[in-house]
């Protein structure tokens, strides 16, 4: 099945800087792949998504790039703010089952 | 607030019994998935519902069941629970299987069930 590696574990920032979180999967029939924001004690919130056949997204502060040969892609948090402060879970599927598969997670946190 | 409802929030009971969460989906949503946090598995997929039939499993154990109802609700059924059930459990829903939306899934608040 579906393996999600995520890194780094913990990420720790001064605000205005630029986050980076990067995945790897295993299955090269993956081609969704989305991340979530959770703050503790809540839900994972849905922040940013990409399909297998666009290399990069972006939206606002954050964007996402996609490496299909390489099986990689990456969370980039430009002009980070306190706000920001979260577990950043990055996952992967496919389109016969649509579950998807999660990294560990990278706590990040946002030093005003 | 993703549209998605679950109840309870919190739960408390014992080694050896059994309960059900309850998981409303976002209006028009068909999908519903079951997912359990925990600190040293992270968030694993339990298994997935569509407009009420089973349509994949994940690593979720035989003491565990599903189901999806006509209203397309969903229910999940812990049953012998043991200390090691204790987590969040997670619905998420989406709107279909097939189409531009049918992958972004939205998730509930979360039911965290303690076993004691």
């Known amino acids: 099945g579906e393996n999600v590696e995520q890194h780094p574990s913990t990420l720790s920032v001064q605000e205005g800087d630029s986050a980076v979180i990067k995945c790897t999967y295993s299955?090269?029939?993956?081609?969704?792949f989305p991340w979530y924001k959770q703050e503790l004690g809540k839900r994972p919130q849905l922040i940013i998504d990409?399909?297998?056949?666009?290399g990069e997204k972006k939206d606002q502060r954050i964007a996402v790039t996609l490496n299909k040969t390489a099986k990689h892609f990456s969370l980039h948090i430009t002009e980070t703010q306190p706000e920001d402060s979260a577990v950043y879970f990055c996952?992967?599927?496919?389109?016969?089952?649509?579950?998807?598969?999660f990294g560990k997670g990278t706590l990040l946190t946002v030093n005003p | 607030d993703s549209g998605v409802t679950q109840t309870p929030k919190h739960l408390i009971t014992a080694t050896g019994q059994r309960v059900t969460l309850r998981c409303s989906p976002r209006?028009?949503?068909?999908?519903v998935y079951w997912y359990q946090q925990s600190l040293d598995q992270g968030l694993q997929f339990l298994i997935h519902?569509?407009?009420?039939?089973?349509?994949a499993k994940g690593n979720i154990l035989e003491r565990f069941s599903a189901q999806q109802f006509p209203d397309l609700h969903s229910e999940l059924n812990l049953s012998s629970l043991e200390l090691g059930d204790s987590a969040l459990y997670f619905c998420?829903?989406?709107?279909?299987?097939?189409?531009?939306?049918?992958?972004?899934?939205?998730f509930g608040p979360g039911t965290r069930l303690t076993v004691t």
């Open positions: 998420a829903s989406s709107e279909r299987t097939s189409g531009s939306k049918s992958y972004e899934q939205y």
């Open positions: 299955d090269s029939a993956s081609n969704y």
């Open positions: 990409i399909r297998s056949n666009v």
């Open positions: 996952a992967a599927s496919t389109g016969s089952n649509y579950k998807l598969t």
């Open positions: 209006s028009g949503d068909l999908s």
């Open positions: 519902y569509y407009n009420g039939e089973e349509r």
